[in-house]
């Protein structure tokens, strides 16, 4: 069984976007990611609602989190995404597990709930791989 503490430790260190959103991967197991945010000002909109982006930007590092499980690097080819509701809780909680993986191609479905449990919105996100993962490593 694959150790994921160091892609978990690596990610968060190293991925800048992920770090300028707020976003942290915080669990990792084979065709499983599940990234978190606590949100700021920032990350809402306007109206005070949770921005569009920051769901699929939370529901975009989930995936490749999953996709990445296995030791591989990917690029998100495509996705489907679909709001629900938005929320005034501040935690967010993306979790992906990958539906179907090829030699090439991966196909992730994604769920976001706020820290009380509701489901704001979800999708599904196609993956490409593109070659080894090496971010733990360097």
């Known amino acids: 069984m694959m150790d994921y503490t160091d892609k978990i430790t690596a990610t968060n260190a190293k991925n800048s976007f992920m770090l300028h959103n707020g976003i942290r991967l915080t669990a990792m197991e084979k065709d499983y990611a599940k990234v978190e945010a606590h949100l700021k000002r920032e990350n809402r909109n306007l109206y005070n609602a949770v921005h569009g982006g920051m769901f699929l930007t939370m529901a975009d590092c989930a995936s490749g989190g999953a996709a990445r499980s296995n030791g591989m690097r990917y690029v998100t080819v495509s ?55 090496e971010l733990s490593e360097k």
């Not at 809780?89 to 769920?111: P, S, Y």
């Not at 999708?123 to 490409?128: E, I, K, Q, S, V």
Request: net charge negative.
């Open 79 to 133: 996705s489907s995404f679909e709001f629900y509701r938005n929320t005034e809780n501040d935690h967010l909680i993306a979790e992906a597990r990958i539906k179907n993986r090829g030699r090439t191609i991966c196909v992730a479905e994604v769920e976001i709930h706020d820290g009380l449990g509701k489901l704001l919105c979800g999708g599904t996100f196609t993956l490409y791989c593109v070659g080894a993962d």
